[in-house]
């Protein structure tokens, strides 16, 4: 009896016991401790393991890209995580949170069996504007929009929605924000980006990765993900993971602010851009991956390549003859985990060149300490399994409402001739256009699917811009236009407003790419035949692009720039088109007059001073239901010496008869600089809420981090001469000594 006694003590006490005094699985131990004795257990091919990403499709019956099913065949798993010790797996599409957590737990609960040291699976997941890819999650608008509302504030809520919706159900790693500066008004990804400024890309992108990074979703904790990484967004082309040639100077001025800031804030990870800069694919850049990223900008966490990068340094570059050769340049650069991720290449091709002595295990120490150390920080070793009690966060009340409060914020009211707007309640009302009763095109890419999804998957309750409407103006005759002209001419005679909802279908990526900017004719025909009726014409564009339209711009009576305001966005446009709400969001990208003079707001003085009238819409344009004074622009001084401040300060007055909300837009001009200076560039902004006649002084502390710029080693140039400040539509110079 005694000796089944002693038995039972080993196997119910003494040995699961030891089994936790082993330093890794110490919770108590310093993680770098942690990782240590942890990565001083592991076997080659463990280590390499952790270095691979594998994708969701791989794992579902077909096995390849015939379909995009959700599904785990648990053989399939066992057998990566068996015989190739895979650390992540990514991706999927929109299903129910009960499914991703059944999907969740199974798949980590197999690994917790076959990994022999127990080292959790981090799953990354593309919810980059709110959860997209869970049905009936909470979907905000895209980046662009975001910006739009110059208020970090919904930058943090959806970072921190984003995690509390998800980082319970297995998706512990979050690919976003996306941090490239979208300065080219032609590429498909422009809407993913916060726009044209490095200010507002900076602090959005801060904000972000500090609001998601920081939820504590019960146990779990959610890595948010730097992308893409470096200088993906201003190809020559146009075209998607085309070359770009991007000086040194300006990489530094432009593109690498909005990383630095959120590299500051703690991002855990970094996803690395696909294509090239000046002929060298970033991927295979140490200069890029590992003097810049990281001796530079101080990166500790991990890099992640994008989408089959490795293989294509070979079949998209050409910059390298084979896959095994591109896996040891990608790998010297300074890359920590492959995206491979429909097979195990990577892993196959890695052990290769660490068995022929071409890549040190040393090298790979490196790659997998950093995602070990991610892996501890995120808590997956004391809680790898996902949290079914949580199931409640996806699609919460108050997150919907977050959302809406996003999109409505971030509407931008470019023209109101005669105040046709807001609609007063009574008026009949004709919605016309291709996204008047469109779910799928408010939202964009990324939306339930990668490229969207068919307009009936998506939510019962989501309301298109014509079925808001109609809730909207219950005393109002709101009716559709039939497709086509003559019977819409005909239908417009019963109304007393027509309301044109143009735009674009959603795309993203190379998906995206396209052959003219310009606004589709048959959109443009539509919006003359509106103006010949002779009614007044609103004009509402939900793209991700600004397209231009020039001539028939000039025919509308008013203007609403909505971008992609996401699931809740059809009722925010009705908000807004009614008087519900007051219109507070400002441009955070030009909107162009011309498909072959298309420059960022911050474009160099000889870019600008030949052309009369190159833009509809400016950056920074934005119009209220109420009026908005600037007032008494001051500056406490007007020459300092460097090392010395100087604050401006400015009363801005609430005009009008209403309540409005008024982005304050703070810019900067060196007049005169040794490498050519921007016409302007924004330095800072704050969200300001007046009552009517209510005024308030708002300053601008300008410092010398605000008046340098970089040279081309990134090192900062403050030049003395004259600098101008400009808010609203005043100036004031000052002079640095
Ligand atoms: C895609 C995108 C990237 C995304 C990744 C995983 O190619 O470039 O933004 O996060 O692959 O879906």
Redesign the pocket.
């Known amino acids: 009896m005694p000796r089944l006694c002693i038995l039972l003590f080993l196997l119910v006490v003494a040995l699961p016991a030891r089994a936790q005094t082993l330093p890794y699985l110490d919770p108590s131990a310093p993680v770098d401790a942690r990782v240590e004795d942890l990565l001083g257990r592991m076997t080659l091919d463990e280590k390499i393991g952790q270095m691979t990403q594998i994708n969701y499709q791989v794992l579902n019956r077909a096995g390849d890209y015939s379909s995009n099913a959700v599904e785990l065949v648990p053989e399939k798993a066992r057998q990566l995580i068996r015989d190739y010790h895979i650390g992540s797996f990514?991706?999927g599409i929109a299903i129910p949170a009960e499914e991703w957590f059944t999907y969740g737990e199974t798949l980590q609960r197999i690994n917790m069996e076959e990994s022999r040291l127990k080292i959790p699976i981090i799953y990354g997941m593309?919810h980059v504007h709110g959860t997209n890819y869970i049905t009936g999650g909470t979907v905000f608008p895209q980046q662009i929009n975001i910006a739009a509302t110059f208020d970090t504030t919904f930058a943090t809520q959806m970072g921190a929605i984003t995690a509390r919706e998800s980082a319970f159900l297995g998706h512990h790693w979050n690919?976003a924000p996306i941090l490239d500066l979208g300065r080219n008004a032609r590429w498909p990804r422009l809407y993913e980006t916060y726009g044209e400024s490095y200010e507002v890309a900076a602090r959005m992108g801060a904000a972000y990765v500090r609001a998601l990074q920081a939820e504590q979703v019960g146990p779990h904790r959610m890595a948010a993900t730097l992308?893409?990484y470096l200088g993906y967004s201003d190809p020559r082309s146009g075209w998607d993971r085309t070359p770009a040639d991007i000086p040194s100077q300006a990489l530094y001025e432009f593109f690498v602010p909005s990383f630095k800031a959120a590299i500051d804030a703690g991002a855990l990870t970094v996803?690395i851009n696909?294509g090239e800069i000046n002929g060298e694919p970033v991927h295979a850049s140490h200069y890029y991956l590992t003097e810049l990223l990281r001796d530079e900008l101080g990166f500790e966490g991990f890099a992640v390549t994008?989408?089959e990068d490795i293989q294509r340094l070979v079949n998209m570059h050409h910059a390298a003859e084979n896959e095994k050769e591109a896996t040891k340049m990608a790998v010297d650069a300074g890359i920590d985990m492959s995206?491979v991720p429909m097979s195990v290449s990577f892993a196959q091709l890695l052990k290769e060149l660490v068995e022929e002595g071409q890549i040190t295990e040393a090298r790979l120490d490196e790659s997998v300490r950093r995602i070990l150390r991610v892996k501890f920080m995120l808590g997956l070793f004391e809680h790898p399994m996902p949290t079914r009690a949580l199931l409640a966060n996806v699609g919460a009340p108050a997150h919907k409402q977050a959302a809406l409060e996003a999109a409505q914020a971030s509407l931008v009211l470019l023209r109101n001739e005669g105040d046709v707007l807001p609609i007063s309640s009574g008026a009949r009302v004709l919605v016309a256009g291709p996204s008047a009763n469109s779910k799928r095109n408010l939202s964009g890419g990324w939306s339930l699917e990668w490229q969207g999804a068919a307009e009936e998957r998506y939510p019962a309750e989501m309301k298109t811009v014509y079925e808001a409407l109609r809730t909207a103006l219950p005393g109002s005759q709101v009716s559709l236009a039939r497709e086509t002209p003559e019977r819409f001419v005909q239908q417009a005679q019963n109304a007393d407003v027509i309301v044109l909802v143009i735009g674009e279908e959603p795309y993203t990526?190379g998906e995206g790419n396209f052959y003219d900017l310009m606004l589709p004719e048959s959109q443009r025909v539509l919006i003359g035949h509106a103006k010949a009726t002779g009614k007044p014409v609103v004009g509402v564009f939900v793209g991700g692009r600004p397209r231009p339209f020039p001539d028939e711009m000039n025919l509308l009576d008013a203007f609403v720039w909505a971008g992609l305001p996401g699931f809740e966005g059809g009722q925010a446009i009705a908000d807004v088109l009614t008087g519900k709400v007051n219109p507070s969001g400002k441009l955070p990208i030009v909107y162009p007059a011309t498909t072959s003079h298309v420059v960022p707001y911050n474009h160099k003085p000889s870019e600008h001073a030949v052309t009369p009238r190159w833009v509809s819409y400016d950056f920074g344009d934005g119009l209220s239901y109420t009026t908005f004074d600037y007032e008494n622009l001051t500056l406490s001084q007007q020459a300092i010496g460097s090392g010395e401040n100087v604050t401006a300060t400015v009363t801005l007055r609430n005009t009008g008869s209403r309540a409005g909300t008024e982005s304050v837009l703070w810019f900067l001009t060196d007049d005169v600089g040794r490498i050519t200076r921007p016409v302007r560039e924004l330095k800072h902004f704050e969200r300001v809420t007046l009552q009517p006649g209510e005024s308030r002084t708002v300053t601008f502390p300008i410092t010398a981090a605000h008046l340098q710029y970089p040279d081309a080693q990134g090192r900062p140039v403050l030049e003395a001469g004259s600098f101008t400040v400009r808010v609203g539509d005043d100036t004031a110079q000052f002079r640095l000594r």
Do not use: A, R
Request: without cysteine.
């Open positions: 990514l991706n593309d690919f992308k893409h996803m696909s994008d989408w995206m990526e």
